[in-house]
């Protein structure tokens, strides 16, 4: 059964044709619950495969399935193939049920959009993409997936697209991805000239005979695509644009699934940063500083769905984090919990959007809690969880990435140690501006402040949606709650994860031990940071609605880095370009050809009598001249 | 060798031979008109179709070679061949023709139009299949006085001008091909007291370093303006610009193929050791139209003018591909050749839609078209993916063969226009953004979707852009062997030392260094064994 692992891209795969052919006429709600039953199905399949292999002995957890050559030229072979093993199968299993998830909540979330059955395309689109990542056997078919799913980000992105706004953001985001894939692309031609081969089996099996400035190198670049595509530093702006999207591709896409792929590709390639420490240093400390930067500016936030961009951003640089310092396993289990938790944060704000009649600013909200008590709570669970509050699932997998974090370098841990605190008290912000003290869109809308595009007259009665909406929420607090326990430090017969992973990661793991006592220490400070970040944020924000000191402008604008790649790069190329069009196209180059023709027509003013001086008339005698030329030859040689 | 059946001469004849009819109808039946240009068209695509079915792949030498001898004693005759290298070409062209026709609209129907267009279409083919290079140059200048009779007789405001441009520009380049022909050809006979025009003859000519350099850049001077090449690319962004739609099909899908494929047919056969010389030289100019083209396309306002310049972009990627002189670098450039011609024709029917039913191709005037006619848009989105490079559709697979192969043998180069990647997705989707996003005006009340009969000839075009994308398998594997040949030639020629170092049969199989052992790693590379040493490629 383990051999059926062809059908888990497949169906997203048919749903995008079924959708794309006939999705109109399949309508609304039909288009969204076939796309969804499509993901389902594709759920249900990992799960088989997934427990086939849990069942093999840990030598056969991982063969490949070859379908056809995609392209083959000398030895540059390369085949449609999909390689399942544990991690890949571990990235399926979360992948394909958060997205079924999302799915379904969509069907509630686009109820009233015209152009719903084109969002399942897409989002069907999207799932097959993000698979073919994962699952890809090679550097090539991840390539696919990554540019696929960078494809159906600019989508869905750029979905509202008669907003100036999302088809920039969607635009934005492409472009940004772009950068990134140039990376992913000389890093391929690297490892294929090294290598021979851009299959991942070979070209681990042939590491030995690389030096290690070319594995660096190859790390480094392929690190430039992940950081692209998981909106790290410095490529990190276009996510908090990318919230242009509708709220569920923000938590499908730009939260659960697609922007972790840096951190999956990160730990594929383990075998090389394991031989390119350099690289995994860099690695490391770009993700510590990217997470710790993304958590200050989500401090400042105003916007519920900004709030979370950076958020995600922060999580996503713990991620890089633990990968850099080699602790694969810790990485995967923060993005499986992260994926858990954040969705679930994007789907309560999508809730709470919805109720708010697409209003976006946490300022104008409040008092939601008595109203919406399934979003309430869910979403107090994730603010638990990511927090790192135990038991919840965050306080495990963020303390095992933290305390790698020391093992490599306690200059890291601090820094990793503060974003807790941080994480815990921007959240818990959030949590309060919306869901605690006054109501406050009462007064937004009786005094016509309505920065949403409802029909602001009309009075707000919010309310919990419809269980296609709140089920989703409560499965995914569910994990939420108890992902954590898939990988417990208590028992080595308890760390499920780290043990299943270990085929693939094999000697690379992490080999840093400390004492049970220093365990236990490391997890009690986690406790006590977390505590920490939420009292302060209660403490501010169970009533206040502004205070300045704590949201300095320089928080608001991101530490104008977006602002400054706008007035530097963005101006700047623009006025090259058109440098470059106006003066060296026009003037010079073009400008030569017609000075040329200038001097020769003035040479050519005395032979002007003898000549027409039309160039039809040479065309004609040139057209003449050849044709009899032609048929000539032609009467000569079959003759 | 000969078939039975000349299918190589009847490609040729059969649009020259429809054109003939076409003058032959009187011009007041503008359906007949339409329908002989169109049934000629089609029936070549059909021979065509049939030349590939009888093409026997795993081979790299010519097939179905005719020769008709005309002037025994200066050695020039009517000498067909195909091969690999152009194979998929004619077909391209074949396609390309009766889309373009049924894209012309009205034109269609007049006498005149549908007779140049079926000239074109057989100077095309011919110029293809020429082995002999006085038969080459003959096609190679028919081609063009039909596309200046349709620029200036069917084209936008600026036509004159342009079409007036596109001729002399094209015509005073030629005019070192010719020299450069009879030169080659007259050292030729000097050496061997043989007369002859046959390009596999020639391709044995011993040249002096300075012969074969001077010649190499007489021969180059015609394929880089018609390409076009950085810096020869002027013409282009005008002649594309006030063409009608076919026209510019035929110009950007097949025209500009011209000159790759001489430059891959000619300059590669006929001067090894001059391309390893002046391989630098060439990839440079290559590479800065990549880059060149990009950024000033990224400046334009005009939808023609944009593509134009993306054209160079993607000119740019071929040349590169055509010198760096590796198995996967050439069989990209020639798998390139078609990707390029299918979709630049397609985003300039795509334009020529737009122009229809707005009457602009200026970004400024059009916006939210994509709310008004979303199958239009989409159709519109697929062809700028791949024309981004986005794997799945067509051009990634082009791109990323040029690409690796090139960073082989001359890894900066190839890194530099890896940059290019990223500039065709800036320009492209700004385009797109304008164009298809947004809200749309009064003005674009009207704009209607994608009709049935455009969705006819857009479909094929759709399909070979997926089917490239995801399947190149059959296409590539027919270009190769002829590639392998064509670079073992280069090398035998180039690096003549070779054979003594008891290299095995079909050798040219260039060793990658991977740290103590060696791998095999491709074949058909002229330099990259050096590249490959651990300082080389600078």
Not at chain 1, 313 to 337: D, E, H, K, R
Not at chain 2, 266 to 291: C, N
Request: with cysteine; net charge neutral; proline share 4%.
């Amino acid at each position: 059964m383990i051999h059926a692992a062809f059908l888990i891209p497949l169906f997203p795969l048919a749903g995008f044709a079924v959708l794309a052919a006939c999705g109109r006429r399949l309508g609304n709600p039909l288009a969204g619950w076939l796309a969804t039953a499509m993901v389902a199905a594709s759920f249900v399949v990992t799960v088989i495969v997934f427990a086939g292999l849990f069942e093999s002995s840990s030598h056969h957890r991982s063969f490949t399935q070859t379908w056809w050559t995609w392209f083959s030229v000398d030895r540059l072979h390369v085949t449609a193939s999909i390689l399942v093993d544990p991690l890949s199968m571990t990235m399926a299993l979360f992948v394909t049920g958060v997205s079924a998830l999302i799915h379904l909540y969509s069907i509630g979330y686009m109820e009233h959009d015209g152009q719903f059955p084109k969002f399942f395309v897409y989002m069907n689109l999207f799932v097959f993409s993000m698979l073919i990542l994962v699952l890809g056997g090679s550097f090539l078919m991840t390539f696919l997936g990554w540019e696929g799913v960078g494809v159906c980000s600019y989508f869905l992105i750029s979905f509202w697209f008669d907003r100036p706004s999302a088809a920039s953001a969607g635009k934005k985001a492409m472009i940004y991805n772009r950068i990134g894939d140039a990376g992913f692309l000389l890093a391929m031609f690297l490892i294929f000239e090294r290598t021979g081969s851009l299959q991942y089996e070979t070209v681990f099996a042939r590491l030995g005979h690389v030096g290690t400035g070319s594995l660096t190198a190859i790390a480094l670049l392929l690190f430039l695509g992940a950081v692209g595509k998981s909106a790290q530093l410095p490529l990190y702006p276009w996510l908090a644009d990318a919230m242009e999207g509708p709220t569920p591709v923000s938590a499908l896409i730009h939260a659960a699934t697609m922007v972790t792929a840096g951190v999956y590709l990160m730990c594929r390639i383990n075998p090389i940063l394991y031989r390119a420490p350099d690289a995994a240093h860099v690695v490391a400390i770009i993700g510590g500083v990217t997470a710790f930067l993304g958590a200050t500016i989500a401090c400042a936030q105003r916007d519920i769905k900004k709030i979370l961009a950076y958020s995600t951003i922060s999580q996503l640089g713990y991620m890089f984090m633990a990968a850099g310092v080699g602790a694969y396993v810790a990485a995967v289990f923060l993005m499986l919990t992260h994926a858990f938790y954040k969705a679930l944060l994007f789907l309560g704000a999508g809730s709470v959007i919805h109720a708010m009649d697409d209003e976006q600013d946490t300022k104008l909200m409040g008092g939601l809690r008595r109203i919406m008590p399934i979003t309430s709570v869910t979403f107090l669970i994730a603010w638990l969880s990511i927090g790192g509050f135990p038991p919840f699932s965050g306080f495990w997998s963020k303390g095992e990435v933290l305390l790698n974090a020391y093992g490599f370098s306690p200059l890291l841990y601090a820094l990793g140690a503060l974003t807790a605190v941080l994480t815990a008290y921007y959240l818990g912000r959030c949590y309060m501006l919306v869901f605690s003290g006054q109501a406050r869109w009462t007064e937004a809308r009786r005094s016509g402040d309505g920065h949403g595009h409802g029909s602001g007259g009309e009075a707000l009665h919010p309310h919990d949606p419809s269980w296609v909406m709140t089920a989703p929420l409560v499965v995914l607090a569910f994990c939420s709650v108890f992902a954590g326990f898939i990988d417990l430090p208590f028992h080595p017969d308890l760390v499920f994860l780290e043990r299943w992973l270990s085929p693939v990661l094999g000697d690379r793991l992490f080999s840093h031990h400390f004492t049970a006592s220093t365990e236990i220490l490391f997890g009690v400070v986690d406790g006590v940071l977390a505590a920490l970040g939420i009292a302060i944020a209660v403490s501010l924000w169970r009533t206040a609605v502004n205070r300045r000191e704590v949201e300095p402008a320089f928080l608001q604008r991101a530490w104008y880095i977006d602002w400054s790649y706008d007035r530097l790069i963005a101006r700047g190329s623009t006025l090259f370009a058109g440098f470059a069009s106006a003066v060296v196209e026009t003037r010079v180059i073009d400008g030569a050809v017609n000075g040329v023709a200038l001097i020769a027509r003035s040479a050519g003013g005395a032979l002007r009598r003898a000549q027409t001086g039309y160039v039809r008339n040479y065309a004609l005698g040139v057209m003449a001249g050849l044709v009899v030329l032609l048929a000539y030859v032609l009467s000569r040689a079959f003759s | 060798m000969n078939p039975a059946f000349p299918f190589l001469t009847v490609l040729v004849l059969l649009p020259a031979g429809a054109a003939l009819v076409v003058a032959a109808v009187p011009s007041s039946a503008r359906l007949a008109v339409r329908a002989v240009g169109l049934a000629g068209s089609l029936a070549t695509l059909g021979f065509a179709i049939a030349t590939t079915v009888e093409f026997s792949g795993g081979r790299g030498t010519f097939q179905m070679v005719s020769v008709h001898p005309w002037i025994s004693s200066l050695g020039i005759s009517w000498s067909l061949g195909i091969d690999g290298i152009s194979l998929f070409l004619v077909l391209m062209t074949t396609v390309l023709f009766p889309v373009a026709f049924a894209a012309a609209g009205d034109q269609s129907c007049d006498k005149s139009f549908v007779a140049w267009m079926l000239v074109l279409e057989a100077a095309c083919i011919g110029s293809f299949l020429s082995l002999d290079v006085l038969i080459f140059f003959l096609f190679f200048e028919l081609t063009l006085v039909p596309v200046y009779f349709l620029i200036s007789g069917w084209g936008h405001e600026r036509r004159g001008y342009a079409a007036t441009k596109f001729f002399l520009y094209t015509l005073a380049a030629s005019a070192f091909l010719l020299v450069g022909i009879l030169a080659l050809v007259a050292i030729h006979a000097n050496e061997t007291g043989v007369t002859t025009f046959d390009v596999r003859q020639l391709a044995s000519t011993r040249l002096s370093g300075t012969e074969g350099v001077v010649l190499l850049l007489a021969f180059t001077a015609a394929f880089a303006v018609k390409a076009p090449i950085f810096p020869f690319h002027t013409w282009s962004p005008d002649a594309y610009r006030e063409s009608p739609a076919a026209g510019a099909v035929v110009l950007a899908g097949v025209m500009a193929k011209l000159g790759t494929y001489g430059i891959v047919r000619f300059d590669l056969e006929l001067f090894p050791r001059a391309v390893v010389t002046l391989a630098p030289l060439i990839l440079t100019l290559g590479v800065i139209g990549i880059i060149y083209g990009g950024i000033v396309a990224a400046v334009q306002r005009d939808l023609k003018r944009l593509v134009a310049y993306s054209s160079l972009a993607h000119i740019g990627f071929i040349v590169v591909g055509a010198f760096a002189l590796t198995g996967p670098a050439l069989s990209g450039a020639v798998l390139q050749m078609v990707n390029h011609g299918i979709y630049t024709a397609a985003l300039f029917l795509l334009i020529a839609m737009i122009y229809k039913r707005l009457g602009s191709f200026s970004t400024a005037d059009l916006t939210g078209l994509q709310s008004k006619a979303p199958v239009l848009a989409g159709v519109f989105t697929v062809t700028m993916l791949a024309s981004i490079g986005v794997p799945g559709l067509n051009g990634f697979v082009g791109e990323f063969l040029i690409l690796s192969g090139t960073f082989l043998t001359h890894r900066w180069w190839a890194v530099v226009a890896t940059a290019g990647v990223v500039l065709a997705a800036v320009y492209l989707l700004w385009a797109y953004q304008q164009v298809f996003h947004g809200v749309p005006t009064d003005r674009e009340a009207a704009f209607t979707e994608m009709t049935w009969r455009e969705g006819l000839y857009m479909a094929p075009l759709v399909a070979i852009i997926v089917f490239l994308g995801v399947f190149p398998g059959p296409v590539l594997s027919r270009i190769t062997p002829s590639v392998d040949r064509l670079l073992e030639h280069v090398e035998a020629v180039a690096h003549p030392r070779v054979p003594a170092l008891g290299r095995p049969e079909r050798a040219s199989t260039l060793s990658v260094r991977v740290g103590t052992a060696e791998y095999r790693a491709t074949r058909g590379g002229v330099k990259a064994a050096e590249a490959n040493r651990p300082e080389a490629g600078k």
